[in-house]
């Protein structure tokens, strides 16, 4: 089985919501729903206090080259546009609508029919993917028509799907496979449609042996378009490294992945973007899976955008009495939350609720120079040098090494035997290097 | 509800820790020791309970009141330099020479460097070289196996295969003649030879050896660098001239080379960070390891060549740098 080569590593799978039915959330009193729900500038409100909105509305207007529209995901009266709390911990523009019924939009497509036909020029499909307000799901939410757009001299030449779901827990991409598997390959071929490519390739990790069987099925369906079982290696998620899996092609430092000639993209954007263009329907709710170990049923979710975490979680059993921390997204790469009253966003992948002895760093020891953080490295790196140039505060050394290169994986912490925040000095060291950058430039 | 953690990622840690990692090296050196305990009897049991007293005792206290830090010793480190460095000494050592090397090679090589992890030589080796310059009578003064195991009179003494061979070429003794004396490979295999109490036996250390290597405390690169290189290095002196160089099975069997390439140069915190680097330290090991067999004062090398290539580690991790992801010769 084919997998990146350098570093990674074997995390527990503890994919314990697996195989569980996606099942719908109610939808809440309240919604709040932040204007900022993807990478780049925040989305402008175009709509008011007292304003009475419907279902799949826009309310935010995506703003310059790198943003993306916000729809409301209910219909009801906006209550305000002031700062809520979100899941980053920083309060955030948002748009906060009282609920009043269910009054969808009737330009969208409610029907469960599938929708194989797409007669739309490949223009057309970027710019309905960017007016339909469509981010990475994966998690990472780039605006998905700015990677659609292949700058001038490029090329692509494969499009690439991501069905790898990497993270230990998560169970979202694996169950909306199993359950709209024919959408997603719609999905694709609008891609590749839009991209003007005609290869397709679905990287789905050899742990989900029937989404693997059933996509190979439907693909057979479908010109261009293979399915690849890969080797359970964490990150391998992780777009450079999915790339390195499937083409063994190689992503140069600091560039994109249109360098080597792909372009990659989740099963959720697929799915997300077949709604778009075939059911003109905006990206407002998505699969969300909410498991842990003491959680007393484990599930996968389709949830309204701005539905808080507590709702969630209490649709899977309530919030457990042993819990010491609430995770948005995975337990590797996610976010550890103060509370359960932020909203879901677009990019809300997973809710992981951990139990309070497994919630607690380590103890830290000195580095023992085992050269564990070195080896698994996924990028190359040399993790204990990087984290100690910057405790030093030596910036341009870091930067030297490379620090930019490090895309937050955790492997490094992970491995550590003395449990040193490896990864907490090197977000500093990143973010630091890339101040002095900027004011290089200006 | 109880208070919730908010920290960074990543959430959830792998089950590899600094206790494992040093207890299971003790448990890898537990069937040298064993051997040796068959061998040499009962000064081999003193002396191994002697060094791991003193280095626990004194790691505590110069923990407690030279670093003011939290005094627990219960990581396992000192433990392996004081069996490490009993296994680099023979069974007959005086008991206060014992001491005296522990507190050397805890105090001077591993706190005065700021205790675990910081240290740039492996303490046990400079303790062993400590008692081999000061004490140089009673280090190489070999008791000979199964001796007088079990009675605490001095022991009959006899030589190295390695003391026994440079001494006998020193004195114009042929190659061929020598022979005649010198043990065979099935006894220098199983550890009935003089030597240090516990770097006699090959097949023991093999064994320790296998076990870390099972359980991922170490790789293959230091080891595997250091033999070969040995061996091929020993092999081409061998191949020139052999009425004046003895074959590498000899080599790699004689003295502490097992014990160092498995336990010793592949100390973590002493060695480099990088597979390119530990291959390029364990050939420098295995280079120096021979030209001092061959050409220097000392009958064995081993504890010197690896002390040498610790001070270049600094070095070697500079220069040697893993392959990055998306390397690009511009980039």
């Given at each position: 089985?084919?997998?990146f080569k350098i570093g990674g590593?074997?995390?527990?799978?503890?994919?314990?919501?697996?195989?569980?039915?996606?099942?719908?959330?109610?939808?809440?009193?309240?919604?709040?729903?932040?204007?900022?729900?993807?990478?780049?500038?925040?989305?402008?409100?175009?709509?008011?206090?007292?304003?009475?909105?419907?279902?799949?509305?826009?309310?935010?207007?995506?703003?310059?080259?790198?943003?993306?529209?916000?729809?409301?995901?209910?219909?009801?009266?906006?209550?305000?546009?002031?700062?809520?709390?979100?899941?980053?911990?920083?309060?955030?523009?948002?748009?906060?609508?009282?609920?009043?019924?269910?009054?969808?939009?009737?330009?969208?497509?409610?029907?469960?029919?599938?929708?194989?036909?797409?007669?739309?020029?490949?223009?057309?499909?970027?710019?309905?993917?960017?007016?339909?307000?469509?981010?990475?799901?994966?998690?990472?939410?780039?605006?998905?028509?700015?990677?659609?757009?292949?700058?001038?001299?490029?090329?692509?030449?494969?499009?690439?799907?991501?069905?790898?779901?990497?993270?230990?827990?998560?169970?979202?991409?694996?169950?909306?496979?199993?359950?709209?598997?024919?959408?997603?390959?719609?999905?694709?071929?609008?891609?590749?449609?839009?991209?003007?490519?005609?290869?397709?390739?679905?990287?789905?990790?050899?742990?989900?042996?029937?989404?693997?069987?059933?996509?190979?099925?439907?693909?057979?369906?479908?010109?261009?378009?293979?399915?690849?079982?890969?080797?359970?290696?964490?990150p391998?998620?992780a777009e450079k490294q999915?790339?390195k899996?499937?083409?063994?092609?190689e992503v140069p430092s600091g560039?994109?992945?249109?360098?080597?000639?792909?372009?990659?993209?989740?099963?959720?954007?697929?799915?997300?973007?077949?709604?778009?263009?075939?059911?003109?329907?905006?990206?407002?709710?998505?699969?969300?899976?909410?498991?842990?170990?003491?959680?007393?049923?484990?599930?996968?979710?389709?949830?309204?955008?701005?539905?808080?975490?507590?709702?969630?979680?209490?649709?899977?059993?309530?919030?457990?009495?042993?819990?010491?921390?609430?995770?948005?997204?995975?337990?590797?790469?996610?976010?550890?939350?103060?509370?359960?009253?932020?909203?879901?966003?677009?990019?809300?992948?997973?809710?992981?609720?951990?139990?309070?002895?497994?919630?607690?760093?380590?103890?830290?020891?000195?580095?023992?120079?085992?050269?564990?953080c070195v080896?698994i490295c996924p990028m190359g790196l040399e993790p204990?040098?990087l984290?100690?140039?910057?405790?030093?505060?030596?910036?341009?050394?870091?930067?030297?090494e490379h620090i930019l290169d490090c895309m937050e994986c955790?492997s490094c912490?992970?491995?550590?035997?003395?449990?040193?925040?490896?990864?907490?000095?090197l977000?500093?060291?990143?973010?630091?290097?890339?101040?002095?950058?900027?004011?290089?430039?200006? | 509800?109880?208070?919730?953690?908010?920290?960074?990622?990543?959430?959830?840690?792998?089950?590899?820790?600094?206790?494992?990692?040093?207890?299971?090296?003790?448990?890898?050196?537990?069937?040298?020791?064993?051997?040796?305990?068959?061998?040499?009897?009962?000064?081999?049991?003193?002396?191994?309970?002697?060094?791991?007293?003193?280095?626990?005792?004194?790691?505590?206290?110069?923990?407690?009141?030279?670093?003011?830090?939290?005094?627990?010793?219960?990581?396992?480190?000192?433990?392996?330099?004081?069996?490490?460095?009993?296994?680099?000494?023979?069974?007959?050592?005086?008991?206060?020479?014992?001491?005296?090397?522990?507190?050397?090679?805890?105090?001077?090589?591993?706190?005065?460097?700021?205790?675990?992890?910081?240290?740039?030589?492996?303490?046990?080796?400079?303790?062993?070289?400590?008692?081999?310059?000061?004490?140089?009578?009673?280090?190489?003064?070999?008791?000979?196996?199964?001796?007088?195991?079990?009675?605490?009179?001095?022991?009959?003494?006899?030589?190295?295969?390695?003391?026994?061979?440079?001494?006998?070429?020193?004195?114009?003794?042929?190659?061929?003649?020598?022979?005649?004396?010198?043990?065979?490979?099935?006894?220098?295999?199983?550890?009935?030879?003089?030597?240090?109490?516990?770097?006699?036996?090959?097949?023991?250390?093999?064994?320790?050896?296998?076990?870390?290597?099972?359980?991922?405390?170490?790789?293959?690169?230091?080891?595997?660098?250091?033999?070969?290189?040995?061996?091929?290095?020993?092999?081409?002196?061998?191949?020139?001239?052999?009425?004046?160089?003895?074959?590498?099975?000899?080599?790699?069997?004689?003295?502490?080379?097992?014990?160092?390439?498995?336990?010793?140069?592949?100390?973590?915190?002493?060695?480099?960070?990088?597979?390119?680097?530990?291959?390029?330290?364990?050939?420098?090991?295995?280079?120096?390891?021979?030209?001092?067999?061959?050409?220097?004062?000392?009958?064995?090398?081993?504890?010197?060549?690896?002390?040498?290539?610790?001070?270049?580690?600094?070095?070697?991790?500079?220069?040697?740098?893993p392959k990055r992801f998306g390397e690009?010769?511009?980039?």
């Amino acid at each position: 089985l084919k997998t990146f080569k350098i570093g990674g590593i074997h995390p527990g799978d503890n994919k314990i919501s697996a195989q569980q039915p996606i099942e719908v959330v109610p939808i809440p009193q309240t919604v709040y729903i932040p204007v900022s729900q993807h990478l780049g500038t925040p989305a402008k409100p175009i709509v008011e206090k007292g304003a009475i909105v419907r279902t799949g509305q826009l309310i935010a207007k995506g703003d310059g080259f790198i943003s993306a529209n916000v729809h409301s995901s209910v219909s009801g009266k906006v209550q305000k546009v002031d700062e809520v709390v979100d899941y980053s911990g920083y309060r955030r523009l948002s748009i906060v609508i009282d609920t009043d019924g269910d009054d969808w939009l009737e330009t969208i497509d409610r029907s469960q029919e599938l929708k194989k036909e797409c007669t739309l020029e490949p223009k057309e499909i970027v710019d309905k993917i960017n007016e339909m307000g469509i981010v990475g799901m994966g998690g990472a939410t780039f605006p998905s028509h700015v990677k659609l757009n292949i700058p001038q001299g490029k090329k692509a030449e494969y499009l690439l799907i991501n069905g790898v779901e990497c993270e230990p827990y998560l169970t979202s991409d694996h169950q909306l496979m199993l359950e709209k598997g024919r959408e997603i390959m719609v999905g694709i071929t609008i891609l590749m449609k839009g991209l003007n490519v005609t290869k397709a390739m679905i990287g789905i990790e050899n742990n989900k042996k029937d989404a693997i069987q059933l996509m190979t099925s439907l693909a057979a369906e479908f010109q261009g378009i293979s399915v690849h079982a890969l080797k359970v290696k964490y990150p391998q998620g992780a777009e450079k490294q999915l790339i390195k899996s499937l083409l063994n092609r190689e992503v140069p430092s600091g560039k994109l992945p249109i360098e080597v000639g792909c372009v990659v993209h989740n099963v959720g954007t697929a799915f997300a973007v077949y709604e778009a263009i075939q059911k003109n329907k905006p990206l407002f709710e998505r699969i969300v899976t909410v498991t842990g170990k003491s959680i007393k049923k484990p599930s996968n979710l389709l949830a309204r955008v701005g539905t808080s975490i507590n709702d969630l979680i209490a649709m899977t059993g309530g919030l457990p009495e042993d819990t010491g921390k609430i995770v948005s997204g995975g337990p590797m790469m996610g976010r550890a939350l103060s509370n359960g009253d932020a909203p879901i966003t677009k990019g809300t992948s997973g809710i992981l609720v951990m139990p309070e002895k497994e919630s607690k760093r380590k103890t830290t020891m000195n580095c023992i120079r085992c050269g564990s953080c070195v080896t698994i490295c996924p990028m190359g790196l040399e993790p204990y040098l990087l984290a100690k140039l910057s405790e030093n505060q030596s910036w341009e050394e870091a930067e030297s090494e490379h620090i930019l290169d490090c895309m937050e994986c955790g492997s490094c912490q992970y491995t550590c035997p003395s449990g040193r925040p490896l990864l907490d000095h090197l977000r500093v060291g990143k973010s630091n290097v890339s101040q002095i950058i900027r004011t290089r430039k200006n | 509800m109880n208070l919730i953690t908010v920290s960074g990622s990543p959430h959830i840690h792998g089950d590899q820790t600094v206790k494992k990692i040093m207890w299971g090296v003790v448990f890898a050196m537990l069937p040298a020791m064993l051997v040796s305990i068959w061998y040499f009897g009962i000064g081999a049991i003193t002396t191994t309970a002697i060094a791991v007293a003193s280095c626990l005792a004194a790691e505590y206290l110069m923990k407690r009141f030279l670093l003011n830090e939290d005094p627990d010793v219960s990581d396992g480190s000192a433990v392996i330099t004081g069996m490490l460095l009993s296994f680099n000494v023979p069974s007959s050592l005086p008991w206060w020479q014992t001491v005296l090397g522990s507190i050397f090679a805890i105090g001077v090589a591993k706190i005065a460097f700021g205790g675990l992890g910081k240290n740039l030589f492996n303490p046990a080796l400079v303790g062993r070289i400590f008692l081999l310059v000061s004490f140089p009578v009673n280090m190489t003064s070999w008791p000979v196996p199964l001796s007088n195991r079990w009675v605490l009179v001095d022991a009959l003494t006899g030589p190295t295969p390695l003391g026994q061979l440079k001494e006998g070429l020193a004195n114009g003794e042929t190659l061929s003649a020598l022979k005649m004396h010198l043990p065979s490979y099935q006894d220098m295999f199983m550890g009935q030879i003089g030597g240090s109490l516990g770097e006699v036996s090959a097949v023991a250390i093999l064994l320790g050896g296998l076990y870390m290597l099972y359980r991922g405390i170490i790789t293959w690169h230091i080891p595997t660098a250091y033999l070969l290189s040995v061996a091929a290095f020993t092999g081409i002196l061998y191949w020139i001239d052999p009425t004046r160089f003895i074959d590498p099975m000899f080599h790699l069997l004689a003295g502490g080379l097992m014990l160092g390439a498995f336990f010793m140069a592949t100390d973590m915190v002493t060695s480099p960070m990088t597979y390119k680097g530990m291959l390029v330290f364990g050939v420098g090991c295995g280079v120096l390891t021979v030209c001092i067999r061959n050409w220097g004062a000392y009958p064995e090398g081993v504890s010197f060549a690896i002390i040498i290539m610790n001070a270049f580690v600094p070095l070697i991790n500079k220069g040697f740098k893993p392959k990055r992801f998306g390397e690009v010769a511009n980039g």
